[in-house]
């Protein structure tokens, strides 16, 4: 049977994992040597009166874009409520975030306990408690969300997070939403999904995240770049490292889930999601080092395949060039990202990585076979 639980605020200090009042998302930008407040002032969001009020269920939602997306969706004056197994703590006050604004949004916060694998427990809960809005962000294969629409047969939207890794590898870039899509890929669970969503009579917006950074990320991206210059180490980039990429803010994902909501013209449509730039890989070493202060690195090139790492990833990011247009979701949703690539990471390395907070250890390894083999080429 079915539990709600409204988290009751506690007061109890500030973990060291994010030092702004994501209320409001104060960002820092990048200005000269001198960091600047970035007032985080949403565009394209889609600002919801109290007539419009939903009830909305976010499938996880206790870390990275959960975090951000619910805070927000509580803050247009939604009724939310997490759906996770109750391993993390549903919420947590966040560095910056006043004791006031962490107890309303906590008093606000519901929780549903359960394995979303527990077909039939997904089935019975969500029938009995019924939503209008689903935010599915943990959702890998189609067996997994056919539960969610067989409870909620009047459901009104279905928002799933897919990803850009679902098209194939093409010569023609960047990739846009009619683009051939990889049936092979890892991703194809997320394809899979999007196919289970249009055979259904549901109305469902599908977005394609390219590489997601930010605060929170448990993505080993930008971490993994800062990890390096924090030690004064090269930074080791296969082949050229002219391979070009593309890197999208979290909570500029947030900001387009939310445009997403309730928008007629988001009905049955997919969306690529990431920066308004492009980068190469030499480039972003460059960047995450001008916004984390650091020195320009010494970028050292290789040949992966003068290697064998085992089961060890050299490197965070598919060798290859990757990356997308965001032209529909600025022109159909009226969405526009508001970090750029340097004050993104700026954002990103101030308010995680440099308090040292960060998800995983350091490990050189990779790092150590590549610097001590002879045949390299230096940058």
């Known amino acids: 049977m079915s539990k709600l639980v409204v988290l009751q605020p ?5 973990i060291s994992l994010l030092s702004s009042s994501l209320s409001h998302f104060n960002g820092t930008k990048l200005c000269q040597i001198q960091y600047k407040r970035k007032v985080y002032q949403p565009k394209g969001a889609l600002h919801v009166a109290a007539s419009s009020t939903k009830k909305i269920l976010i499938m996880g939602g206790t870390r ?17 409520t997490l759906f996770t197994r109750g391993k993390a703590p549903v919420t947590q006050q966040l560095p910056g975030e006043s004791d006031s604004d962490y107890a309303e949004f906590k008093s606000k916060i519901l929780h549903l306990k359960g394995d979303r694998m527990d077909f039939d427990f997904v089935k019975s809960s969500l029938s009995t408690e019924g939503y209008d809005v689903v935010y599915d962000i943990n959702g890998r294969e189609a067996a997994e969300v056919e539960p969610i629409l067989d409870a909620l047969p009047n459901l009104e939207q279905f928002i799933y997070c897919s990803s850009a890794g679902v098209y194939l590898k093409s010569d023609m870039l960047p990739h846009c939403e009619i683009d051939a899509v990889d049936p092979k890929s890892r991703h194809k669970g997320k394809l899979n999904t999007e196919s289970l969503l249009e055979s259904r009579d549901v109305n469902w917006t599908s977005v394609r995240p390219v590489y997601i950074y930010g605060p ?5 991206v930008e971490e993994w770049f800062f990890h390096r210059l924090k030690a004064g180490r090269p930074i080791p980039i296969p082949n050229s490292g002219v391979q070009i990429t593309q890197l999208g803010h979290v909570k500029d994902l947030a900001t387009a889930f939310i445009a997403a909501l309730g928008n007629e013209k988001a009905s049955k449509q997919v969306f690529n999601i990431s920066g308004e730039k492009y980068v190469t890989f030499n480039g972003l070493a460059k960047a995450c080092a001008k916004a984390g202060g650091f020195p320009e690195p010494e970028i050292v090139h290789y040949n992966p395949k003068e290697f064998d790492f085992g089961k060890k990833k050299a490197f965070p990011f598919r060798d290859q060039h990757f990356f997308a247009s965001i032209e529909k979701a600025k022109h159909v949703l009226g969405w526009k990202p508001e970090f750029d690539l340097v004050e993104g990471l700026t954002d990103s390395y101030n308010l995680d990585f440099g308090r040292g907070t960060f998800r995983k250890e350091a490990d050189f390894s990779t790092d150590d076979m590549i610097l001590g083999k002879s045949l390299v080429l230096q940058s």
């Open 64 to 80: 990275f874009i959960g975090v951000f997306l619910s805070r927000l969706l509580v803050k247009e004056g939604h009724q939310v």
């Open 10 to 14: 506690t007061k109890q200090p500030p």
């Open 216 to 220: 929170l990320n448990y993505n080993p």
